[in-house]
């Protein structure tokens, strides 16, 4: 009966996958023979032409597949390198972006790629959160190629951004853009308060609630605000400071003070009125920063595009460092959520893809840079590309500040600090912490609760 | 004799001729639901990275796991909550708006009936996005209250806890009433009219008719219905996901989102574990479906 | 003359009666309808006013429709979703119908007991077999293709169930008189249970189809890696991801995710409530 029963299935398997593959009505007899002619008619073919082979990374020797999730920040950037390369190295180059909604859809593709056992159904290139690199090269070692052999000039890439993507001395990745973070400030509101931008550089953070008292009550808007649920103040205050969430591998909170004087800041500073946190990802950006709830902004540089949407207040930013526990003219500096260019082990043009990014990222070349910054507000890493004209204009919206340029030599300063394959589920857990804590829970035991959850996460 | 035979061989002819019309649609659940659900319980016995997963000691640590997991227990029982308070409420209106409905006298019974029916049609992803914004701190919901003077000042529905859990409440109620409504409403248009002439005529009030007539008529609906909404709220995840992101402080995550979060979410895919958390949702609505299916089926 | 004076009273007295009827039901529609109108107003206005509330309609419609024509491939997305739900409907009302029928008109215990089983997968969670399902997919090389996207939906415990169901509505009288014509059994199925079920594959294409049309997690895993082979949901995911969002475009896109189904339900309208009934007797 059993044996029956298996072969029953076993059957079943054969007809649905024969009733599958026969009758793909409208695949073109002819999808064999891919003639790379027109490339527009290749597009427009109908994704049954392509399903024989589930292989994306491109076929054609000029063409490179890449995938990418913005469409207004890192994706013109890609294509800014595409007509680099196509305007100084070969005019037959192709990059085909295919666009993801979100970071994690490329995570979603490499995990799911890995459990099959089949990286053939990856592209050749894919843009990749920095923090999770190190996992992903842990957990699926076999998904990528390196750079190694490739003549690429890297120390012209700030040491932090190159510290995710380098494992063992073998480079993995090509950075794109730079995660340094930016405190902007309301001058106008600042002033009626009683402060200037200057003011706000190299205080401590107790200095800085007293000032954000100040505003609030003055001007009713918060000093800064940041999604309470992937609350990254933590991380990039603890960054500022020189010191990690993280010890040898493992989670250290619990006994780590100054985690727990930063806790305290951020509880205080919302009981305090001069931060507020947001419900969500949306919640913060729309209702908090374009729904002008806020006198500052501090966050990776990315959030720039953000800020300008509202063009009323246009002038009225401008930028300068981090505030830190200590004060007394020391300034903070730390970087959040850069991404980089990775080649996966399926591209089958190792030389052109490395050719390709080396030319145009990794080469500091300010067409493709400046274009980046320009049409996506893309900010480089590269000391070469931050020399250029186009970063040490003044900026309109900050107040004719050349912001690029400042970004840029700010980057140098970031502290390398330890980083941990948990990055995220310790960002939740300890947002939550946070929270309750300001709903009145005991600090160290909502510190504890955080640890023995990412603890647990960790044995997993 | 010979008649006999030619009988037998029809009477074959039409079972074999059953069992080939059940076929298709059998092999590919078993191919496509039993079989991945068998293999998931394999890896639910593993763990480690997805491209080399690895026997876990002792083998049913994964399963043993989950009681020490805070979050987890917190997930089921936001998803308990969420089951408890909404389905009831959701079914009772859905019977409620059946009964108004079925009212032959009534007006423009096409253009309510629609209408009830309407949110329904209205894809997940958008509905959610929806809500967020109409309960945002700023939001639309907000700006009456206060200008009623029922708030003094702008509440923040989806950043505290309580409320959180409600506004995903009223938007499954939302989204589901009406599908639930239209059930309702066919399983009443089969109950004969004289039923309640008769009940009418022996002097029993709308609720005693209700209760006496209707509900009982309506059992296999209400067991369906029931057996229904259970498995979607033990699987509710595009609301906890789109809607709070299970926040805040993980106050509103359900067990689906969870899982998710253990697979996919946050960059650290631990199938092992994710899949023995699923097994034991499966668990759960087979057992709970069980119950109802024998409730249910009590006084028949 | 009295009589119909009489009625006319009685008609009013009752129509007074069901006044809280009324107001009930119109506060319950006002609830149901008002999220979607402020879709549609919010299709009208900019970015910054949707983020705000505002609720009355706005000159926006024409930018907001061009803008997200230029950021994403709308009427291939469109296309495609067309493509899949109606493929999947399609297939699925064959195959469950004939399961359905053949469960109900040729029952016995096995075959109860079959069915029993198989209402099991009803309760199998979707994230539990996402990833060995795709596992199977890709092996058999048909990711990015239609049949990626609706082989786990073309055979549903639910929709068999609601064919069982209505089956037993189906004049058994019929049959045995088909039989004695002649008919195969296949041909009793195509030529007398199919027109007289009508209303039935009506109610299962309306469910069908709107869950074809809304699917979206699993499209995203088995088909994201073409771009042209993105459906509507998917799309409104690129629209409302990224470091900023644009809610006027963003909503004109749930705009045209929504209308379809809505389109699809009122023309099944009438069937889709007949249908419905069948499979609650």
Redesign the interface.
């Known amino acids: 009966m059993k044996k029956r029963l298996v072969s029953a299935v076993m059957a079943g398997t054969m007809v649905a996958s024969l009733v599958a593959c026969s009758p793909s009505p409208s695949a073109p007899a002819t999808s064999e023979s891919k003639a790379p002619e027109t490339t527009a008619a290749a597009q427009d073919a109908p994704q049954e032409s392509t399903a024989a082979s589930a292989d994306i990374s491109s076929e054609d020797e000029n063409t490179l597949t890449v995938y990418a999730w913005d469409k207004n920040f890192n994706i013109p950037a890609l294509e800014a390198a595409e007509a680099d390369y196509q305007k100084n190295v070969n005019p037959d180059f192709k990059l085909n972006i295919v666009e993801q909604s979100q970071s994690s859809d490329v995570e979603n593709a490499v995990t799911l790629a890995g459990s099959a056992g089949d990286y053939s159904t990856l592209p050749d290139i894919v843009l990749f959160q920095d923090h999770y690199f190190k996992k992903y090269v842990t957990d699926f070692p076999d998904a990528w190629a390196s750079f190694d052999g490739a003549d690429i000039n890297w120390d012209d890439f700030g040491a932090e951004k190159l510290s995710y993507s380098t494992i063992d001395g073998v480079h993995y990745g090509m950075p794109v853009d730079n995660g340094t973070v930016i405190f902007a400030y309301r001058t106008d509101l600042l002033e009626q308060a009683g402060y200037t931008i200057d003011d706000m550089k190299g205080i401590s953070w107790d200095e800085w609630l007293e000032i954000g008292k100040k505003v609030y009550d003055t001007t009713g808007k918060y000093l800064l605000s940041m999604d309470g649920d992937g609350n990254d103040l933590p991380y990039m205050m603890l960054q500022a400071e020189g010191v990690s969430q993280f010890k040898d591998g493992d989670i250290n909170l619990t006994e780590n003070e100054t985690f727990k004087k930063i806790v305290d800041v951020i509880v205080r500073g919302v009981q305090d009125n001069a931060i507020y946190l947001a419900n969500d990802w949306s919640d913060y950006t729309d209702q908090t920063i374009v729904g002008d709830m806020v006198a500052g902004v501090m966050n990776g540089n990315w959030i720039i595009p953000t800020i300008q949407q509202v063009s009323d207040n246009s002038g009225k930013w401008e930028i300068t460092s981090m505030p830190t526990l200590e004060g007394n003219g020391k300034e903070g500096f730390a970087s959040n959520g850069g991404s980089s260019l990775y080649i996966t082990s399926n591209c089958k043009k190792l030389e052109l893809a490395q050719d390709f990014l080396g030319k145009t990222f990794g080469a500091g070349s300010t067409e493709t840079y400046d274009a980046a910054l320009k049409n996506g507000g893309v900010i480089t890493c590269s000391a070469t590309a931050g020399k250029s004209a186009v970063y040490n204009e003044g900026v309109e919206y900050f107040n004719n500040t050349p912001v690029y340029a400042q970004i840029v030599e700010m980057s140098t300063h970031v502290p390398v600090v330890e980083q941990s394959d948990y990055h995220y589920p310790t960002r939740t857990q300890v947002a939550a912490a946070i929270q309750n804590i300001i709903s009145g829970a005991d600090a160290d035991a909502s510190i504890k609760d955080a640890e023995d959850q990412v603890r647990f996460a960790m044995q997993g | 004799m010979n008649s006999k035979n030619k009988e037998t061989s ?1 009477l074959a ?3 074999r ?6 076929l ?14 068998f ?2 319980f394999i ?1 639910s016995l593993k ?1 480690g ?3 080399a997963l690895q026997w876990t000691t002792p083998i049913f640590n994964n399963y043993t796991r989950m009681f ?4 987890f227990i917190r997930s089921v029982g936001n998803t308990f909550l969420y089951l408890l308070i909404q389905v009831p409420i959701m079914l009772i209106l859905a019977i409620l ?1 059946a009964q ?2 079925n ?1 032959k ?3 423009f019974r096409g253009i ?16 959610a ?6 309960f ?5 919901i907000n ?1 009456v209250l206060v200008n009623l003077g029922i708030f003094k000042e702008n509440f ?1 529905f ?2 505290t806890p309580w409320s959180a859990k409600m506004v995903i409440i009223i938007a499954l109620i ?1 989204r589901w ?2 599908y639930n409504m ?2 309702y ?3 009443l ?2 109950i004969e009219y004289s039923v309640y002439e008769a009940a009418k005529i022996d002097g029993a009030n709308g609720w005693e008719t209700f209760w006496g007539i209707t509900v009982p008529l309506l059992r ?2 209400i067991v ?1 219905t029931f057996i ?1 909404s259970i ?1 979607g709220t033990l ?1 509710l ?1 595009d609301e906890s996901v789109n809607l ?7 106050s509103t995550i359900t067990m ?1 989102h969870y ?2 979060n253990n ?13 023995a958390l ?2 034991i ?2 668990i759960m ?2 057992v709970l ?1 069980y119950i109802n299916l024998k409730v249910g089926d009590k006084r028949d | 003359m009295t009589k119909s004076n009489e009625i006319k009273v009685n008609s009013s007295a009752i129509q007074r009666r069901l006044i809280p009827t009324y107001i009930f039901l119109t506060i319950w529609c006002l609830f149901s309808v008002f999220p979607l109108y402020w879709m549609i107003t919010a299709a009208t206005n900019a970015s910054i006013e949707v983020a705000r509330g505002k609720i009355v309609f706005g000159t926006y419609a024409a930018t907001n429709f061009k803008n997200l024509l230029a950021a994403e491939p709308l009427w291939k997305s469109l296309a495609n979703s067309f493509k899949y739900s109606i493929v999947q409907t399609v297939l699925c009302l064959f195959i469950c119908s004939l399961a359905g029928y053949g469960f109900e008109l040729y029952h016995d215990k096995t075959k109860d007991k079959l069915f029993g089983v198989l209402l099991l997968a009803m309760m199998v969670p979707q994230v539990a077999t996402m990833i060995p399902l795709f596992r199977m997919v890709s092996n058999a090389h048909l990711l990015n293709t239609v049949w990626a996207f609706i082989l786990p939906s073309i055979s549903t415990p639910f929709m068999i169930m609601m064919f069982r169901q209505n089956s037993r509505n189906f004049p058994i009288d019929i049959m045995e008189a088909a039989r004695l014509d002649g008919l195969s059994e296949l041909a009793i199925f195509f030529r007398m249970y199919l027109p007289v079920m009508k209303s039935t594959y009506a109610a299962a294409a309306v469910i069908s189809f709107m869950n074809a049309w809304n699917s979206y997690m699993w499209p995203k895993v088995v088909m994201n890696t073409d771009t042209s082979a993105m459906n509507m949901p998917m799309l409104i995911a690129n629209l409302s991801a990224g470091y900023t969002v644009d809610y006027g475009q963003l909503m004109m896109g749930v705009l045209f995710c929504s209308v379809p189904t809505m389109i699809v339900f009122f023309i099944l309208q009438k069937q889709f409530a007949e249908g419905i009934t069948g499979s609650v007797k």
């Open positions: 029809v002819k039409q079972h001729a059953g069992w080939f019309f059940l298709p649609a059998t092999i590919l659940i078993f191919v496509l639901n039993f079989y991945p659900m293999q998931a890896i763990k990275s997805p491209a020490q997991d805070k979050l708006l108004l409905l009212n006298d009534l007006k309510f009936r629609t209408m009830v029916f309407l949110p329904c049609a209205t894809s997940l992803v958008s509905y996005l929806i809500f967020k914004s109409l945002a701190t700023q939001g639309l700006s923040n989806l950043g939302w009433t009406g239209v059930f409403l066919a399983g248009q089969n296999p609906v369906m229904m498995n699987q995840f709070t992101g299970g926040g805040p402080a993980n689906s899982i998710y697979s996919f979410g946050q960059g650290v895919g631990n199938f092992g574990y994710s899949s699923s097994f949702v499966f609505v087979a479906a």
